[in-house]
């Protein structure tokens, strides 16, 4: 079975553009959610969407946003690109989200913001 | 809310010796828990988790982790380490209240040496 996987693996942007990350869950899992792993802020929770629906959602701007497909495929969309906002980003997916269900992590999209 | 902390940040072990790796959190009921590990320009994966039940879980990769209620701590634990372990070990939480997001810790980088 294949696992996580997530597009682009790396990004540069410059501040002020906007980019867009993709998901795509393990087949069968319906919970997609999403870090940003930092140096200084460790890993913090993003968002979960589950069935199309943002469940759940950190303490982040509304620079961050997100949507799940009809498929369970997630993207993430971060505008207005501040330097602080480089990070690796990982995404996770688990059959029907929850922590009672195991997330399984993608390799990240490392994200450099100039 | 929850919380995780991680006192150490660095831990340097020689091959074959013992390891361990201490996790405490902040929560007002029984969470759930969890170890990760991180090896460099990868995504998370699970070693072992607590729910319920028996408090000394075992995990993969020969590592197993105790629940100490009196101590709100989870330590991770492994007799003996071998090269392939260096890598960044995070403890992560869950509330049973709110469970579709992790809080992890800051993580600790353990460095192998022969």
């Known amino acids: 079975k294949a696992g996580v996987t997530q597009t682009p693996r790396y990004l540069i942007k410059t501040r002020g553009q906007q980019v867009t990350l993709s998901c795509s869950p393990i087949?069968?899992?319906?919970?997609v959610s999403w870090y940003q792993q930092t140096p200084g802020q460790g890993l913090q929770f993003l968002f979960e969407y589950f069935s199309e629906t943002q469940r759940n959602k950190g303490n982040f701007p509304g620079r961050f946003s997100g949507r799940q497909f009809s498929n369970s495929r997630s993207e993430m969309n971060v505008s207005t690109l501040e330097l602080g906002d480089s990070a690796l980003y990982l995404c996770?997916?688990?059959?029907?989200?929850?922590?009672?269900?195991?997330?399984?992590f993608g390799p990240g999209t490392r994200l450099t913001v100039l | 809310a929850q919380s995780v902390t991680q006192p150490d940040i660095h831990i340097t072990v020689s091959e074959g010796a013992s390891l361990e790796l201490r996790c405490n959190y902040s929560?007002?009921?029984?969470?759930?828990l969890f170890w990760y590990v991180q090896s460099p320009g990868q995504g998370l994966q699970l070693l072992l988790k607590y729910f319920s039940g028996d408090t000394l879980v075992q995990g993969i990769k020969g590592f197993e982790a105790e629940f100490k209620r009196s101590q709100s701590s989870f330590n991770l634990r492994k007799p003996s380490v071998h090269w392939s372990d260096a890598a960044e070990y995070f403890c992560a939480v869950g509330a049973r209240s709110n469970d579709y997001k992790l809080s992890f810790g800051a993580g600790t980088t353990v460095t192998v040496r022969a």
């Open positions: 929560y007002g009921a029984t969470p759930y």
């Open positions: 087949s069968g899992h319906r919970s």
């Open positions: 996770a997916s688990s059959l029907s989200g929850g922590v009672g269900n195991e997330q399984f």
